[in-house]
């Protein structure tokens, strides 16, 4: 009887630890998903900035050597060559940071196909753009600055308009991520409230019909107590009292003194 009484009770409590357990998981995996979510969305940001910076930069080297072209005090010319080569260092190092990761500058290098086929096809008019740039750094003839810096306005559109595609790129896989991320959190809300109704179903209106019962067998209990005390009661009062001891013992002695 007592193994029969406690079966219901371990399992409905057995049941309640499951419900609370699976929803405490989703609840930490909903948490940790937009902890990676908002460190995602840092990365890629700063990946966009990185990679638009990127298109300015190729524009002041242009504009750096064309300059250096016209520039004829030496105090200017050594200005533009220093901001040549700080521009040029910068620019490279984004450059394959951008695909090939960067710890400095914040960059994950974990490019998808789609972005890693674009820079591949970027590499020509970069290659051009950085050997016009060395070659004007590498105090050469005036004819020969201004040959580095024809290069560079010829592949300076190419490399503009390839780094404009990377971008957009970057932006659409952030979105894309962003809304995949949405999707799953709608998907652990939904669980969550599912595991909510079960809990209610199968955990709580067992645990409150039990109660109920168990409540209501007290109240059985009590009552058939309060009828049995009474027709206990009524039993002891309908019994007719039994002589004494005393008058007992004298009936003898009495009989004996008559005779």
């Given amino acids: 009887m007592l193994d029969q009484a406690q079966s219901p009770g371990k399992s409905l409590t057995l049941r309640y630890i499951f419900a609370l357990t699976s929803v405490a998981l989703l609840s930490i995996g909903g948490q940790v998903l937009v902890q990676l979510s908002l460190a995602r969305q840092h990365s890629d940001a700063h990946l966009v900035n990185i990679a638009g910076r990127q ?9 750096s050597a064309l300059a250096l072209v016209e520039a004829q005090a ?5 200005s533009r060559i220093a901001e040549l080569r ?4 910068l620019w490279e190092r984004s450059h394959f940071g951008l695909q090939l990761g960067d710890v400095a500058l914040e960059l994950p290098g974990q490019n998808s196909h789609t972005v890693a086929e674009m820079f591949a096809h970027l590499e020509a008019p970069h290659q051009k753009m950085v ?3 060395r070659a004007t750094l590498s105090n050469p003839s005036e004819a020969e600055e201004r040959e580095s810096a024809r290069a560079l306005l010829d592949n300076e559109p190419a490399f503009l308009k390839g780094m404009d595609a ?11 991520r ?11 809300l939904l669980l969550t409230l599912l595991i909510l109704v079960a809990e209610g179903l199968f955990v709580f209106r067992p645990a409150v019909q039990r109660l109920r019962q168990v409540i209501e067998d007290l109240w059985a209990t009590e009552d058939e107590l309060r009828r049995e005390k009474a027709l206990a009661e009524r039993r002891l009062l309908s019994q007719p009292a039994a002589p ?5 013992e004298r ?5 004996g003194a008559r005779s």
């Fill in 178 to 188: 962003v809304t995949s991320l949405k999707h799953v959190e709608f998907v652990l």
């Fill in 131 to 133: 050997a016009a740039v």
């Fill in 55 to 63: 298109r300015m930069l190729s524009q002041k080297l242009t504009k």
């Fill in 166 to 176: 990377i971008v957009f790129q970057y932006d659409t896989e952030a979105n894309a």
């Fill in 86 to 89: 700080t521009t040029l260092e």
């Fill in 74 to 78: 030496p105090a200017e010319r050594a």
């Fill in 244 to 248: 004494s001891a005393r008058g007992v």
């Fill in 251 to 255: 009936l003898p002695v009495r009989a």
